[in-house]
């Protein structure tokens, strides 16, 4: 039972490039989160998935679209990276709709030059 | 003004003291209020959580809420080596998909 989990660890990317962060979960959870974390700012949601086949915005959703390609995995769209999403990213899950109880994966360090 | 506030220490205490964490907020819709716990380079993990007002204990942790004041906090008792972590409040209500986090208080508990 690997819980949630992250690809790529870590990635650099030049501004301007495209990437693809992905998440999934083997705990048949329904609903699943996205989370950047900053240096003092604490855990952001970027977006959220209540259910297989919604998604909806979170706090800080400018520059980044999602998918919820199914019921264990959520992906994460950079279409143009810029420096101000240089970040940790983590992909959380919970049962269902109160979010109280999230598990979050290992996270994904980006850099962007 | 955010809407949790959490003091980012660094809290240093030696090893065997009860270590207090608080967090205050402005939004009285807040139902349930969480603590996370974060190692370094790692995705933070649930402590525990609490309903409304009221204590809740579980082991060497105690978390506390005053609605009133709007004021939560987290006791670690005879505090390890190994609870040094990074502490993070979080709070959402019922229903709600959007939690919102503390910045997280780093502590570090000396041998």
């Known amino acids: 039972n690997a819980g949630v989990t992250q690809t790529p660890k870590f990635q650099v990317l030049k501004t301007g490039q495209s990437m693809t962060l992905q998440c999934a979960q083997d705990?048949?959870?329904?609903?699943m989160y996205w989370y950047r974390q900053d240096p003092g700012m604490g855990l952001r949601l970027i977006y959220y998935?209540?259910?297989?086949?919604?998604?909806d915005k979170g706090e800080v959703p400018n520059g980044y679209n999602v998918s919820r390609l199914n019921k264990r995995e959520f992906s994460l769209r950079l279409e143009s990276a810029a420096p101000s999403q240089t970040s940790v990213y983590f992909c959380?899950?919970?049962?269902?709709?109160?979010?109280?109880?999230?598990?979050f994966g290992p996270g994904t360090r980006l850099t962007v030059t | 003004q955010k809407e949790v506030e959490q003091d980012p220490g660094p809290l240093s205490v030696p090893e065997g003291a009860i270590v207090s964490l608080n967090c205050t907020y402005s939004?009285?819709?807040?139902?349930?209020f969480m603590w996370y716990r974060q190692y370094s380079r790692k995705g933070p993990e649930l402590l525990m959580y609490?309903?409304?007002?009221g204590n809740k204990e579980d082991g060497r942790f105690t978390a506390q809420v005053d609605k009133s004041s709007k004021y939560i906090s987290l006791f670690i008792r005879d505090s390890q080596p190994s609870d040094s972590a990074t502490y993070l409040c979080?709070?959402?209500?019922?229903?709600?998909?959007?939690?919102?986090f503390g910045a997280g208080t780093r502590l570090f508990v000396k041998a």
């Open positions: 959380a899950s919970s049962e269902q709709g109160d979010s109280y109880e999230q598990y």
């Open positions: 705990m048949n959870h329904n609903s």
């Open positions: 998935s209540a259910s297989e086949g919604t998604t």
């Open positions: 939004n009285s819709a807040f139902q349930y």
């Open positions: 609490t309903y409304s007002s």
């Open positions: 979080a709070m959402t209500w019922t229903g709600g998909f959007k939690t919102i």
